[in-house]
């Protein structure tokens, strides 16, 4: 491959329980490079405190940052903030752990690099989980063309700066027209006032999968398809599923060449069909139960923070 590329991921805390399959599926494309910034032990070790000096001497600025989702909004200056780590590749990106990749150099190839200078997963906004830029001056200072991302650096609110501030319509709106209307100047917004004057040349196209698009994939060593229309597809996102107790996510220490998803869950080619399916379909029952019980004590947990405050 002739542009090289790297991905990168902002993260705090323990990793989640899907973590294996985003790592084997980093594994599976071997050209392109991760860095996962994290504040544990692993990888590259980066504190929030450690994040935050960086980010003041890379920008120039006085940041806030408490962690969490505000990680969020930092993501369309990494090419500035990690420049360091960043310098020798051609392209930059970011990504999240709730994914569990195809072939991306199918997707994110030579001809498409050579003719943008970013790329977007989603048509409608700059998609949090998965944006690449031109690792050049115009690239790595995109944000700072939005009028509000000093406002946005300098305040603890999470403002989805690196999306489209919750401004979900995918319309092209001025500057000025989204400032009357007491919003922040986007990510999305900024770059697509940069097309409208012919200085950004830009990608954006729904690639992937997702909640709530019909659920029926199938990994095939490396790459996906959707099974609905025989479709390659990007990669899957978790952004929905992660969260519902009835769908089973297996832990598995590396990837199946081949294994489906479904809309109970995912499963390895022998638990589709047959007596296999009747196998899987018992453990995911002990996984909702499990799922059931965290729920009820959850609601208990809450209720009676409740009543501590009421009395």
Same mark, same amino acid.
């Given at each position: 491959m002739k542009n090289t590329i790297c991905l990168v991921v902002l993260y705090s805390g323990p990793f989640p329980? +899907?973590?294996?399959? %985003?790592?084997?599926?980093?594994? !599976?494309?071997?050209?392109?490079?991760?860095? &996962?910034?994290?504040?544990?032990?692993?990888?590259?070790?980066? $504190?929030?405190?450690?994040?935050?000096?960086?980010?003041?001497?890379?920008? @120039?600025?006085?940041?806030?940052?408490?962690g969490g989702w505000k990680?969020?909004?930092?993501?369309?200056?990494?090419?500035? &903030? %990690?420049?360091? +780590?960043?310098?020798? +590749?051609? =392209?930059?990106?970011?990504?999240d752990l709730d994914i569990i990749f195809g072939d991306i150099r199918e997707f994110i190839n030579d001809a498409l690099l050579e003719k943008y200078d970013f &790329? $977007?997963?989603?048509?409608k906004w700059t998609a949090g989980h998965f944006c690449l830029f031109k690792n050049n001056e115009l690239g790595n200072s995109i944000f700072e063309q939005s009028p509000d991302f000093t406002q946005v650096y300098q305040n603890?609110?999470?403002?989805?700066?690196?999306?489209?501030?919750?401004?979900?319509? @995918?319309?092209?709106?001025t500057f000025n027209k989204i400032r009357s209307e007491g919003k922040i100047v986007s990510l999305y917004h900024t770059i697509r006032h940069m097309q409208s004057e012919n200085k950004l040349r830009i990608y954006m196209k729904n690639i992937i999968r997702e909640y709530p698009q019909t659920i029926n994939y199938k990994y095939n060593n490396g790459k996906w398809i959707d099974l609905n229309n025989n479709e390659s597809f990007f990669y899957y996102h978790l952004i929905v599923v992660k969260k519902?107790? !009835?769908?089973?996510?297996?832990?598995?220490?590396?990837?199946?060449?081949? =294994? +489906?998803?479904?809309p109970l869950g995912i499963c390895k080619s022998y638990e589709y069909s047959g007596i296999g399916k009747v196998w899987w379909l018992g453990k995911r029952s002990i996984f909702c139960l499990s799922g059931i019980i965290k729920s009820i004590k959850k609601q208990k947990m809450n209720a009676s923070t409740i009543s501590k405050k009421l009395f």
């Open positions: 329980s +899907y973590f294996d399959l %985003f790592i084997n599926s980093c594994k !599976r494309n071997p050209t392109v490079n991760f860095i &996962i910034f994290c504040d544990n032990i692993q990888y590259i070790k980066l $504190s929030i405190s450690d994040f935050k000096t960086l980010a003041n001497k890379k920008l @120039g600025l006085k940041v806030v940052i408490n990680y969020n909004d930092f993501k369309p200056a990494i090419g500035k &903030i %990690f420049n360091d +780590y960043l310098s020798h +590749y051609d =392209f930059w990106g970011w990504c &790329i $977007s997963t989603k048509e603890p609110e999470y403002f989805a700066f690196e999306e489209c501030a919750q401004q979900w319509s @995918g319309d092209a709106k519902i107790w !009835r769908f089973y996510i297996p832990k598995w220490k590396s990837l199946p060449n081949i =294994f +489906y998803i479904t």
